[in-house]
C-alpha cells in the first residue's frame, strides 16, 4: 500500500508542474467556459501527503455530468490535471491527425498499415505483370484465330479490312450481286469442310454426327412489287427459320440454292432481312508462358453475318469468332502431357498469390479498424463540442474523421482479393474469363497505386496538388455541368446533320468520341477533309460547326477550366504559407502546443491480468492500489 502512495505523490507532483502552463485560450469557441476549484488539488494533494490513500478527497463540479465527462484513462492521468478535460481532447484529437512518423514518434506506434501498402504496391504490381503477359498470351491467340478465319471463310479478304488498320475499312466488304451472294455461302460451306487440310493452323471439327452449319435467316412475310400501280405491298412482321446443313469431308457440289429449294424454302433477296452462317471449330492453345504453360481447348463458334437491313443493294458481310475454353477437353489433355520442368516457378507464383490475399486481408482488417476508430472519435468529439461550448460541428468538420483513403484502400483490397482468387481458379482450370480477372487486378493495382499519394500529403511539398484537387473538386463539377450542356449541344447537332453525310458522326458515340479528339488537337485536318461535298448547304455548315466548336472550347472553355484549378491552386498555396486553419475543430486541435515527442501522448500498457484485477478490486468507488486517479 505504501508504494501506490507513493506513486500517487509522485503523479501530484507531475500535475502540480503541468498546471502552471495548462492554461488555453478558447477565442473562438463559445462563451461557455469550465470552471474548476484550486482546493480540489489542494486537497488532495494535502491527504496525498499525510500517507492516507483512503482520505483521498476529490471535489467534483457543480454539474455531476460534466465530471462524467472527465477521461478515466490513466495514461492521461500521469500527465494531465483531472479538470483539464479540455487540453485531454485537444491531444486526443492532435494525435488521431498525426501522420504516421509522428505517431511513432508520440507513442512508439509502428506505421503497419504504411509497410503493408508498400508491401503492397511491390507484390501485386508484380502479379499484375506476370499476369498480364498471360492476358496478352491469351487476348493475341484468339485475335490471331480470327483473322485466320476471315481469311480462309472470306474469299477476296484483304488485309486493309483487318481491325488492326487504322482507318478501319472492315465494313466496306460487301456482296453486290445474287450470284456472287450464292457463291460467298458455297465458298464458306467448302472451306468448313475442306478445313483440316486447307489451314495451317491446328483445327479440328466436331464428331461427324454433330458437324453442321446452321443457317439462320430472318425475312418479312410480305415484301411484293405491284408494278401496275407502281407500290408496293409490304408486311413486314420477321419470320426466323432455321436450317441445317450436314458437313461431309468433300463438299466441293454444295450448292446453297438447291439445298434451300430442297428445303422448301427459296431466299428471296426482297424479303430477306439478315442471314447467317454458324459453326464450330476446336483448336487448342499451347502457352509458351512459365506461370501458366499448360495447354488450353479452345472452341470457337464461328459466325458470317449477311445484313440487308437497309435494303440498300449492298449486303455487309462480317465475320465473329466467340471463343471459349472447353474445361473436360483441357483437363483430358493435361492428363495426357509430361511433367512440366518450371513446377517451382509456378509453386512461386501461387505462393505470391496466397501471400496477396493475407495481404489484402490484414489491410483491410487495419483500415477498418481504424475507420471505426474514427467513427467513435467523432462521436465523442460532437458530445464535447455539445456539452462545453453549446457548439455543433458543421458537416466539414464531421466528414474530416471520415479517412476517404482508407475506403479507397478498402476497395483495392477487395478487388486485389477477388481478382487473386479467380487467378488461383484459372490455374486450377475451374474458371476461364481471363477478362473479368484482369480487370478486377487492373483495377486493384490502380486504386494500390492511387492510395500511396495519402502518404505523400503528409509532407507540405506533395499535400498541395492533392489538397487543390480535393478544394477545386466542387468548382470543377460545377464547370463541368455547363460545359457539358454546351458539349452535349454540339454532339446532338452535329450527329444528326453530318451524321449522314461524315463518318465520324454516323453514331451518337463516335461523334461524342470525335469531338472530345477534336479538343485535344487531334486528327483535325482529317475530320475536315472526310466531310461529304454532295450536299453545299451541309458542306458549309459543317466548315462554321467545326470551326466554332474548336475555337469555343479549345480557346474558351479549356482556358476557363484552367483558371478555376489554378485560382485554387494559389488559394492552397497562399493558405499552406500562412498557416492559417480552416475552421473551429482545427482551431481547437492547434491550441495544443505539446509536440509528438514530450511524452505527453505515451500510453502505458497493461498486461490482461492487470486490468481483471483493477476492474474486480474497484468497490464502493473506494479507490485502492488498482484504481486510476481519475474516476
Given amino acids: 500500500m505504501s508504494s501506490a502512495v507513493a506513486r500517487r505523490a509522485a503523479v501530484s507532483h507531475s500535475i502540480d508542474r503541468d498546471r502552471s502552463g495548462s492554461e488555453v485560450s478558447r477565442e473562438g469557441l463559445g462563451s461557455a467556459r469550465v470552471d474548476y476549484q484550486p482546493s480540489n488539488s489542494t486537497n488532495m494533494r494535502n491527504n496525498l501527503t499525510s500517507g492516507d ?49 509522428e505517431k511513432y514518434k508520440a507513442r512508439g506506434r509502428k506505421p503497419w498499415k504504411l509497410c503493408i501498402q508498400i508491401l503492397k504496391i511491390v507484390l501485386v504490381t508484380t502479379q499484375l505483370v506476370v499476369f498480364g503477359t498471360d492476358q496478352f498470351s491469351v487476348v ?75 443457317v439462320y435467316t430472318e425475312e418479312y412475310t410480305k415484301f411484293d412489287v405491284v408494278t401496275k400501280y407502281n407500290c408496293y405491298d409490304l408486311d413486314l412482321k420477321i419470320v426466323k427459320n432455321k436450317t441445317y446443313i450436314d458437313v461431309t469431308t468433300n463438299m466441293t457440289g454444295f450448292h446453297l440454292k438447291d439445298f434451300m429449294e430442297e428445303q422448301n424454302h ?32 479452345v472452341e470457337f463458334h464461328v459466325k458470317v453475318h449477311y445484313d440487308n437491313t437497309p435494303h440498300s443493294g449492298r449486303i455487309a458481310v462480317k465475320l465473329l469468332a466467340d471463343d471459349k475454353i ?45 475507420l471505426y476508430n474514427g467513427y467513435l472519435l467523432k462521436k465523442k468529439t460532437i458530445n464535447f463540442f455539445d456539452r462545453h461550448y453549446q457548439k455543433k460541428l458543421s458537416r466539414s468538420e464531421k466528414m474530416t474523421f471520415l479517412n476517404l483513403w482508407y475506403v479507397m484502400i478498402i476497395i483495392s483490397d477487395v478487388l486485389t482479393l477477388a481478382g487473386t482468387v479467380a487467378k488461383i481458379l484459372i490455374q486450377e482450370q475451374k474458371f476461364s474469363d481471363y477478362d473479368t480477372v484482369s480487370l478486377l487486378l487492373g483495377a486493384g493495382c490502380f486504386l494500390v497505386w492511387f492510395g500511396i499519394i495519402r502518404y505523400l500529403g503528409f509532407f507540405h511539398s506533395y499535400s498541395i496538388p492533392v489538397i487543390t484537387l480535393k478544394v477545386a473538386m466542387p468548382n470543377v463539377m460545377r464547370f463541368l455541368i455547363c460545359a457539358s450542356i454546351m458539349y452535349l449541344a454540339y454532339a446532338f447537332c452535329g450527329w ?60 474558351v472553355v479549356l482556358s476557363l477550366f484552367i483558371a478555376v484549378i489554378m485560382d485554387t491552386y494559389e488559394t492552397v498555396k497562399e493558405f499552406h504559407e500562412r498557416g492559417e486553419c480552416e475552421n473551429d475543430l482545427q482551431v481547437f486541435i492547434k491550441q495544443c502546443d505539446d509536440s509528438p515527442d514530450s511524452g505527453c501522448f505515451r500510453v502505458e500498457t497493461e498486461s490482461a491480468t492487470r486490468k481483471f484485477l483493477r476492474r474486480c478490486c474497484k468497490r464502493n468507488n473506494q479507490p485502492n492500489e488498482y484504481t486510476p486517479l481519475m474516476d
Fill in 496 to 555: 444528326v446533320v453530318l451524321g449522314p453525310y461524315h463518318k465520324k458522326f454516323r453514331t451518337m458515340g463516335i461523334t461524342i468520341a470525335c469531338m472530345f479528339s477534336l479538343i485535344n488537337g487531334d486528327d483535325m485536318f482529317a475530320t475536315f477533309e472526310a466531310m461529304s461535298e454532295t450536299n453545299k448547304l451541309i458542306y458549309y455548315f459543317s466548315q462554321l460547326y467545326l470551326y466554332s466548336f474548336i475555337s469555343l472550347f479549345i480557346y
Fill in 140 to 214: 493475341t491467340f484468339m485475335e490471331e484465330n480470327t483473322k485466320a478465319f476471315e481469311h480462309i471463310f472470306l474469299p477476296d479478304w484483304q488485309s486493309a479490312f483487318d481491325s488492326g488498320v487504322y482507318p478501319n475499312t472492315k465494313s466496306q466488304y460487301a456482296l453486290y450481286e445474287t450470284d456472287e451472294f450464292f457463291e460467298h455461302v458455297d465458298y464458306v460451306v467448302k472451306q468448313y469442310s475442306n478445313l483440316n487440310t486447307v489451314a495451317i493452323g491446328t483445327y479440328v471439327l466436331p464428331p461427324e454426327p454433330e458437324r453442321q452449319i446452321l
Fill in 326 to 370: 472447353d474445361e473436360p477437353c483441357t483437363k483430358h489433355t493435361r492428363s495426357h502431357i509430361a511433367d512440366l520442368d518450371d513446377y517451382g516457378w509456378r509453386t512461386a507464383i501461387t505462393g505470391l498469390d496466397v501471400i496477396i490475399i493475407i495481404l489484402c486481408l490484414v489491410s483491410s482488417i487495419l483500415c477498418s479498424r481504424s
Fill in 266 to 297: 427459296t431466299i428471296k433477296f426482297d424479303r430477306l432481312k439478315f442471314m447467317s452462317l454458324n459453326f464450330t471449330i476446336n483448336s487448342v492453345h499451347v502457352k509458351n508462358s512459365k506461370s501458366l504453360s499448360d495447354p488450353d481447348c
Fill in 53 to 101: 490513500p483512503n482520505g483521498i478527497s476529490i471535489q467534483r463540479d457543480d454539474s455531476e455530468e460534466m465530471s462524467q465527462e472527465r477521461l478515466t484513462d490513466s495514461a492521461y492521468s500521469n500527465c494531465y490535471t483531472p479538470p483539464q478535460v479540455e487540453n485531454m481532447m485537444q491531444r486526443e484529437l492532435k494525435y488521431f491527425f498525426m501522420n504516421p512518423y
